[in-house]
């Protein structure tokens, strides 16, 4: 499968700072990507989806102006996190949809996560 | 709408125990279906698929069956191992929807020795 990776992979950062999550795919051009969100012993939330060129599409409930989501090529994704609080402290994944190493069906491949701890 | 109904867990079993993760789904067109396992503190690893009714999946001894009729796909192993403890979430994904997935809410297994 496609590898896709995270940066970085733990962050701490004090209350009221911005935080820059950078996601990328390594051996394919992701039309979209995917963020999600994942509280311990829970499952992922999806937070946005973000196509190539264009603005993300948030999910209900989502701030976008708190989670700024960029999409600038087809490998690269960043999520924002701005003035974290530690609310915000979560475990983040992306994921790179696409159909990848001559798949028939599209799939989405995950990065390792980032863990985000404000305090 | 399309969602997906998983086992709720923790699950555990004693070391070659066999192993049977239920998985339901409803979906409003023809779904491909995952099972993905995410070990502590790492992201989510593909662990098997089926893209059509009937086809099995199968990686690392978990096999799951795509069951129309049933609108399942139970992950089974046959013989699991300490290395196998994780969490396993089950998945579904319809291209109508612009390829978003649906996640289960994730099935903790645990073997002990």
């Known amino acids: 499968g496609a590898v896709v990776s995270q940066h970085p992979s733990r962050v701490i950062c004090k209350s009221g700072t911005s935080v820059k999550i950078e996601c990328r795919s390594l051996?394919?051009?992701?039309?979209?990507m995917f963020w999600y969100r994942q509280f311990p012993k829970q499952s992922l939330m999806l937070m946005a989806t973000?196509?190539?060129?264009?603005?993300?599409?948030?999910e209900q409930g989502v701030e976008k102006d708190k989670f700024l989501i960029n999409h600038a090529s087809l490998t690269l994704s960043t999520l924002t996190v701005t003035s974290a609080h530690p609310e915000d402290s979560s475990f983040y994944i992306c994921s790179a949809g696409g159909l990848a190493g001559g798949a028939l069906v599209y799939e989405q491949y995950f990065g390792p996560g980032t863990r985000l701890t404000v305090t | 709408g399309n969602s997906v109904t998983q086992m709720e867990g923790p699950v555990t079993l004693s070391e070659e125990a066999f192993l049977t993760i239920n998985c339901t789904y409803t979906a409003t067109g023809y779904p491909s279906l995952f099972w993905y396992v995410q070990y502590p503190g790492e992201g989510l690893q593909l662990l098997l698929k089926?893209?059509?009714?009937?086809d099995k999946g199968s990686n690392k001894g978990f096999e799951a069956t795509y069951r129309k009729e049933t609108t399942s796909f139970h992950l089974e192993k046959g013989s699991v191992q300490v290395s196998d403890s994780a969490v396993y979430f089950c998945?579904?994904?319809?291209?109508?929807?612009?390829?978003?997935?649906?996640f289960g809410t994730g099935t903790s297994l645990t073997v002990i020795p």
């Open positions: 089926a893209t059509k009714a009937d």
């Open positions: 973000s196509n190539e060129g264009s603005k993300a599409t948030y």
């Open positions: 051996d394919f051009q992701a039309t979209t």
């Open positions: 998945a579904l994904s319809v291209r109508n929807t612009g390829n978003q997935f649906y």
